[in-house]
């Protein structure tokens, strides 16, 4: 029989009802619940509570008790937060500072709202005496031990400050972004330009394309912008400007950071704009001098208004951690999420309506209960279950 002919038969055994689309029963659903979320097939006593709860209308509860499983946290939310701590966007990295602190917020989400990572005082680490190293500001050892040695990071992570392992004040700490993975990938060399763009990035789920707007004034544009790259202004009227129009005095925020390689840790210089924010100086002097760590966000206005940042917010501020609280409470920040999240529990983006319906739904849910992460991720998962 060839191929033709049994596509027929099928299409007409379809058309008179005899075979159907096959459903997942609450079993199939618990065991792909499961998978999905850990990462690992079901004990034989989970996987009969996970379907006695879906049969009861409780898919959410069966959702709870997948992430319960120690893969959830060492496996499932160590691959979704690795991306975000380097330039390469790999998950193939160490355990770090960054990635534990999202996994400890995750886990603690009914008392740390997710919307505080870019500017808590706030890290995660193993609890005292779980490996030989303890944290340290100049050195990953700490972390690399507690995944060599597969601890058990659902209980053996403990919050502390941040400001306490890595000897910066308190008001300078901005979670992930102050964290020491984050500023060995994103303050070192250059500019400090890397870091607003990869916060934008795994945050906000924009790059610098989706935000270009030629139409804002380029007065805080730094002096080692060229005004006429090879001689055409035309080239910086047209594409240079609608970037850095808006960055520029965004990423002002990091003025007194930078990530001393020798050393191996973060430097911040209270008072002192870092060196760095005067490379090239001499390509435009008239441009934008920087004298301090006071930032704006000019994207609140104009085309970029549609990532909803908090009227409640005054758009303006100085330092890493207020202009982290600006980014955190928009709705870009939240939706972001959630379409992580989505494309993590349920293996692919939203790709109909009714997808698209769930995630709006989630995303409203998670601003509106306090920032619950795991409640995002459970959400996700029984949108998902059947699927």
Known sequence: MNYKTWMKIVVALVSIGLIGPAYAGSREQAQRMHE??????PSSQTLADMQTMIGANNASGAADLAMDNVNFYNVTLKNFAAPWTNRDQSVFVPLNDYIATVIGMIRDSDTVPFNTL??????????????????????????????????????ELERRTQSSIMGIPSGATAGVITSRAAAEAFF?????????????????CNDMEQ????????DRIRQDVPRSPGGDSRLFFNSCIGCHNGMDPMAQAFAYYNYDETAGRLVYTAGNVQAKYFNNDANFPQGF???????ENRWREGQNAYLGFDAARPGSGSGAKSLGDELANSEAFASCQVRKVFRTVCLRDPENAGDRLAVSNITSTFRGTGYNMKQVFADSAVHCMGQ
């Open 36 to 41: 999905r979320l850990a990462g690992v097939p």
């Open 118 to 155: 870019l500017s808590a005082d706030i890290t995660y680490v193993g609890r005292n005496g779980v490996v030989p190293t303890g944290p340290s500001a100049s050195s990953n050892q700490h972390y690399a031990e507690l995944e060599a040695n597969n601890i058990n990071l659902r209980d």
């Open 188 to 204: 070192i060399a250059g500019t400090n330009r890397a870091m607003f763009r990869f916060t934008l990035m795994n945050h906000m």
């Open 211 to 218: 935000i270009h707007d030629v139409r804002l004034p380029p």
């Open 289 to 295: 001098r920087t004298p301090n760590d006071d930032w």
